[in-house]
């Protein structure tokens, strides 16, 4: 089975910009997590989606959205960049059927803002 | 708020001898926690988890321990071998209400020597 794709892997965008990341989770999985990955922040949750909902969102601005679509593929957006939005994106999928907890992770995206 | 801490932040031992990673969480209401290794350029990968509902799990040489009492859980690793290097993380989370959101630890960066 496939396992979690992300795309773009490397992305470099000036302070402004916007810019969209793109995650397809693993087959049969309906659920896709956003995190954020800084030095020094660690990793932090942004969002999730399940069925194309919205069902939780961490304390980031509004200038990051998401959404998801009917086959589970999901894209994460950020809006007028700053440089402190330097990261590495990354998504989780899950099953979310009974019983299962685990989270399936992608290789990321790393943007860079300048 | 949630909040998961992991130490140490470091770790170097000799190929062979065994490693411990302690995570304590603040959450009481978790229920689920997993341990992601994550390899340079690479995605976390989940190794091991474990539920609420039993104190030890083990895998080969990975196994992790879990004291609800105290809210502590900890890695341990085994007749560590060089491909064991990486920066390993702990998370936890509540499963049973509508989120799948993880709270990770800060990351610990184990280095095997051969």
């Known amino acids: 089975k496939a396992g979690v794709t992300q795309t773009p892997r490397y992305l470099i965008k000036t302070r402004g910009q916007q810019v969209t990341l793109s995650c397809s989770p693993i087959?049969?999985?309906?659920?896709v997590s956003w995190y954020q990955q800084t030095p020094g922040q660690g990793l932090q949750f942004l969002f999730e989606?399940?069925?194309?909902?919205?069902?939780n969102k961490g304390n980031f601005p509004g200038r990051f959205s998401g959404r998801q679509f009917s086959n589970s593929r999901s894209e994460m957006n950020v809006s007028t960049l700053e440089l402190g939005d330097s990261a590495l994106y990354l998504c989780?999928?899950?099953?979310?059927?009974?019983?299962?907890?685990?989270?399936?992770f992608g290789p990321g995206t790393r943007l860079t803002v300048t | 708020g949630e909040n998961v801490e992991q130490h140490p932040s470091t770790l170097s031992v000799q190929e062979g001898d065994s490693a411990v990673i302690k995570c304590t969480y603040s959450?009481?209401?978790?229920?689920?926690f997993p341990w992601y290794k994550q390899e340079l350029g690479k995605g976390p990968q989940l190794i091991i988890d474990?539920?609420?509902?039993?104190g030890e799990k083990k895998d080969q040489r990975i196994a992790v321990t879990l004291n609800k009492t105290a809210k502590h859980f900890s890695l341990h690793i085994t007749e560590t071998q060089p491909e064991d290097s990486a920066v390993y993380f702990c998370?936890?989370?509540?499963?049973?209400?509508?989120?799948?959101?993880?709270?990770f630890g800060t990351g610990t960066l184990l280095a095997v020597q051969p």
């Open positions: 989780a999928s899950s099953y979310t059927g009974t019983g299962s907890y685990e989270q399936y």
């Open positions: 087959s049969g999985h309906r659920s």
């Open positions: 989606y399940f069925s194309e909902t919205q069902r």
């Open positions: 959450d009481s209401a978790s229920n689920y």
């Open positions: 474990i539920r609420s509902n039993v």
């Open positions: 998370a936890a989370a509540y499963y049973g209400g509508a989120t799948n959101k993880l709270i």
